[in-house]
């Protein structure tokens, strides 16, 4: 039931985007254990553990990968981006903050005082951080690729 519904929820972005951006989740970081050790406890230890369940169940591993090889069938491109900050950094002022979002669903940016849905918020940040990304990398071909493309960029891959 599970691959059923990675497939048919990853077929139809497939099927209305030809440029998908997603974060380029570490996903073996995300499940290291959440119990820490006994110098640095885990904060959250059940709530963790819940994540940790989901993300060893590789939902979030395969529908990625649906994308990724649909999107090549398609000759669609797919842009896996860094994904340190982009939940906590303005996409109005830059400001990064933790304090920028104090709830979940909830992000207010205590420099400039945007606020917005979150989630909005962060995607707003991962497609920003694509666009720029691609230039890196175009400014690079362009080069000869005699430089390394900025360093911040670095971590984002295009897969065409
Ligand atoms: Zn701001």
Known sequence: IRNNFLHQASTLMVKNHDLIVIEDLKIKNM???AKGTIENPGK???????LNRSVLNEAWRKFFSYLEYKLKLKG???????????SQTCIQCGHISKDNRKEQEIFKCVKCGYDAHADVNAAQNILKRAGLARMARQANLNRGRQQEPAEAYNNSTIVV
């Not at 959250?44 to 819940?50: E, S």
């Open 31 to 33: 499940s290291k254990s």
């Open 44 to 50: 959250n230890v059940k709530a963790k553990a819940g």
């Open 76 to 86: 669609g491109i797919l842009i896996k981006v860094d994904p340190k900050h982009t």
